[in-house]
């Protein structure tokens, strides 16, 4: 099993606010990092170390850290958000890498 | 442009091993990690290991030391991952994506698209 727990899914109404959690031990030492995969796809990053967006991701992703819980927020979710997202961080020995269950988000 | 380009699809039965590829491009492939990630169907994303082309450090998540081996050539800018003998829970996409320099826990900025392995007798 995991050492970083997501809740299975979240639904939002288009255009309203989304907020997936991570929670995990390691996560009070290390940052999240956030993904998003559609079906068929390869992930793709959306958000790294503090709340860092590649380019070419939206302006809506953002993310944020408090004790052992990370947090992706979308902000005005789109059709095209609706996804499978999952969290990656250290693991408990802080040597390794590790992701989390996932979850699917429904846009309504 | 950096570019992961991972090899074909393949369909094996138990017990036979398998070597797939994943080759960088577009960006210095000795200095940035090379992660590997398994995908069962329907399922999620798994953290398998990762390895620094540059010194060859690798690293297993506990779920799979001793089952695969991990390695890259940095003179032909590839990462591989090896199979000695497949089972048919082995049936899965494996990912190869590119870790910073700094962070071998992951942070994936650029992704492969992905092998299908098909373990069936």
């Known amino acids: 099993s995991s050492e970083l727990t997501q809740d299975p899914a979240v639904s939002v109404a288009l255009g309203q606010t989304v907020r997936i959690t991570c929670q995990g031990d390691?996560?009070?030492?290390?940052?999240a990092s956030w993904y998003q995969q559609k079906p068929g796809q390869a992930p793709v990053l959306v958000i790294y170390?503090?709340?860092n967006r590649p380019s070419g991701i939206p302006d809506r992703f953002s993310g944020s850290s408090s004790g052992n819980t990370a947090s992706l927020t979308i902000t005005g979710a789109q059709a095209e958000d609706e996804a499978d997202y999952y969290c990656?961080?250290?693991?408990?020995?802080?040597?390794?890498?590790?992701f989390g269950t996932g979850t699917k988000v429904n846009v309504l | 442009e950096v570019q992961l380009v991972q090899s074909g699809a393949e369909v094996k039965k138990p017990g036979e091993s398998l070597k797939i590829s994943c080759k960088g491009s577009?960006?210095?492939?000795?200095?940035?990690?090379i992660g590997w990630v398994r995908q069962m169907p329907g399922k999620g994303l798994e953290w398998m290991g990762i390895?620094?082309?540059?010194?060859?450090?690798?690293r297993y998540s506990p779920s799979f030391q001793g089952q695969v081996t991990i390695s890259a050539d940095k003179s032909f800018n590839s990462a591989y991952l090896q199979w000695s003998s497949l089972k048919a829970s082995d049936t899965a996409i494996y990912y190869c994506?590119?870790?910073?320099?700094?962070?071998?826990?992951?942070?994936?900025?650029?992704w492969g698209q992905g092998t299908l392995v098909t373990v069936s007798s």
């Open positions: 994506a590119r870790g910073p320099p700094h962070d071998y826990g992951g942070n994936f900025d650029y």
């Open positions: 577009g960006y210095s492939f000795p200095n940035y990690w």
């Open positions: 170390g503090k709340n």
């Open positions: 390691s996560l009070r030492s290390y940052y």
């Open positions: 990656n961080s250290r693991d408990s020995s802080g040597r390794r890498g590790v």
């Open positions: 390895v620094f082309p540059g010194d060859s450090d690798t």
